[in-house]
């Protein structure tokens, strides 16, 4: 199958900013519909299966989706044997750690279900491990497509609820449980959540098979695994801590507080996720281009064209957050239902660290394709232990506001850093500029 031709960044960026919306409308059409299956009580418990499989996802993928996106957007067209050593690396952590951490995941979910009846613990440990490996899957093939200039279909599997496709599969079947079974409840919303991800990462997976079917198989599977998980083990830490502190304090509101606090932690969190969509968007399309314009010594086209999208991001983010600083309570209501009013204080404290977030610009992205993903993982876990410690305290002392007040702050200081560490170790300020040069996007290619 041939590549595709080069595309710009303004066309990667239409395309995305379309395929974007569509799965932003299915993420909240999706959280809408689940919140009303499962209730007020339940939707944490979804919230916090979801994310924890999408984390053990990650680990099992060994940081290979990252660094076969940053790989792939450098080969040369004829580089056949380069191909190969990507093609190798997938199938060793699709044949190997992502069905392992997988069965893991189901067998812990059938132990911490316990209290269950018996089909239902067996339902839900099934799915959770299908999620797993779904999820692994859906992030893999999102990355070596975008990689490889496949940018329309990279750019339905990526975003929020796992992209366009996913996410609008899911809320169809969801909607069609709560029309026809509205008692199935979390074991139908999971499994809703597995079914949409089926038919979108088989189409993605065929994609990549035609991509790479003229090489050759790299034989040894394991040693192929050894190899990529020497190459690309930093991407596993930074990857998994940065996730991590995304969803560390639900995780603790599911274990400190009660049910109805956790789910309003989350229903506040889903919707001030928001906000993180301009900048997640630039930074999926932006990739490839940082990671080659990093390897020349001048550096000022990428600061240009960093902050340029900065700008774009920010501006976008604002038109967000104002709504939500405004009618906070509305806004969850009508999206989650008259139950989830509660969660307004969480909602406007984490949009607000949301939005300062975003005001740095891409300083993760902009370490990680540039061989700085160490320095990208070492303040993740630095401010993984900081959200522990102080969403501890502040759970404890007091309550669900205390949790998100530590989230907030954490989620400022460890913005600021990465814009430190961004300036320091690549030379490149990511923060808005009053002077954007928006037509570098139609130049820079995607």
């Known amino acids: 199958m041939a590549a595709p031709g080069p595309a710009s960044l303004t066309r990667s ?29 339940e939707f944490g418990t979804y919230l916090v299966i979801v994310t924890a499989t999408t984390l053990i996802g990650q680990i099992g993928l060994l940081g290979v989706h990252r660094g076969g996106l940053r790989e792939a957007a450098r080969l040369s067209e004829d580089d056949v044997a380069g191909l190969a050593e990507l ?25 911490l279900m316990h209290q269950r009846d018996g089909q239902s613990q067996l339902w839900l440990a099934l799915l959770t491990g299908a999620l797993v490996y779904l999820a692994g899957e859906q992030r893999l093939c999102a990355n070596y497509l975008r990689g490889l200039g496949h940018v329309r279909l990279a750019g339905l599997l990526e975003g929020r609820s796992g992209g366009a496709l996913v996410a609008a599969g899911q809320s169809v079947m969801v909607l069609l449980l709560l029309l026809l079974r509205p008692e199935s409840g979390l074991v139908g ?20 098979s035609r991509r790479w079917a003229h090489t050759d198989a790299i034989p040894g599977r394991w040693a192929n695994l050894r190899r990529a998980a020497r190459r690309d083990w930093r991407f596993v830490a930074s990857q998994v801590g940065g996730f991590a502190n995304s969803s560390i304090e639900l995780w603790l509101a599911a274990i400190l507080l009660s049910p109805f606090a956790t789910s309003m932690f989350g229903a506040g969190q889903r919707l001030a996720h928001l906000l993180l969509i301009p900048q997640t968007s630039l930074a999926v399309v932006f990739s490839p281009t940082v990671a080659r314009m990093s390897v020349d010594d001048d550096r ?17 983010a604002v038109l967000l957050w ?8 509305l806004l969850l209501v009508l999206v989650f239902g008259v139950d989830f009013s509660a969660a307004a204080a969480v909602l406007m404290l984490l949009a607000s660290g949301y939005l300062l977030n975003v005001a740095t610009g891409l300083a993760a992205v902009t370490l990680s394709m540039s061989h700085h ?3 990208v993982a070492i303040v993740h876990w630095l401010a993984l232990g900081l959200r522990v410690v102080l969403g501890v305290t502040g759970a404890l002392l007091w309550g669900l506001l205390g949790l998100a007040i530590s989230s907030m702050t954490v989620t400022i200081a460890t913005s600021a850093m990465m814009w430190l560490q961004a300036r320091r170790r690549v030379g490149v300020s990511t923060h808005p500029t009053l002077r954007p040069r928006v037509r570098l996007l139609s130049q820079a290619r995607g």
């Open 300 to 316: 000022l086209p990428l600061q240009t064209l960093l902050r340029t999208g900065s700008t774009l991001t920010t501006s976008a």
């Open 373 to 375: 993903e160490g320095q």
């Open 322 to 329: 104002l709504p939500m600083m405004v009618a906070p309570s």
């Open 13 to 41: 960026l239409r395309w995305f900013a379309a395929s974007y919306g569509i799965a932003l409308l299915g993420y909240l059409l999706l959280s809408a519909a689940v919140s009303r299956l499962v209730g007020a009580d």
């Open 189 to 208: 919303a999971l499994a809703a959540t597995v079914l949409g991800f089926a038919a979108p990462i088989v189409v993605a997976r065929v994609v990549l």
């Open 87 to 111: 093609r190798a690396g997938v199938r060793a952590v699709t044949s190997i750690t992502l069905p392992a951490v997988s069965v893991l995941a189901a067998v812990a979910t059938w132990f």
